[in-house]
C-alpha cells in the first residue's frame, strides 16, 4: 500500500519524512519514497509500505492531512496498489 504527501515543504529530505511518519505511525515501516516534484511550488511524496494495514495507513492519512509541518498544510491519501 501507498500513502501520498502533498505540499512538503522544498528541501524536505527522506529522512525528515520519515521521522514524521514514525511520529505518528510508530508500527509502520516506509519501504520506499518517491518524490513528485509536480510545478515544484507544492513537491509531494509518495510512501511505500510492504507491511501495513489500511486501518494503520488510513490512521495516518487522516492524523497528517491539514496537518501544519514546516510551515505549510501537508495533504494525504492512501492508495491501495
Known sequence: MKLWIGNIEPG???DEIKALVGKYAQE????KIERVEGAGN???AMLHFGEASRTSLDNLSRR???M???GRALVS???MF
Open 77 to 79: 491519501t492512501v492508495y
Open 64 to 66: 497528517l492531512n491539514g
Open 42 to 44: 507544492r513537491p509531494a
Open 68 to 70: 501544519y509541518w514546516k
Open 28 to 31: 509502520l515501516s516506509c519501504d
Open 12 to 14: 524536505t529530505t527522506d
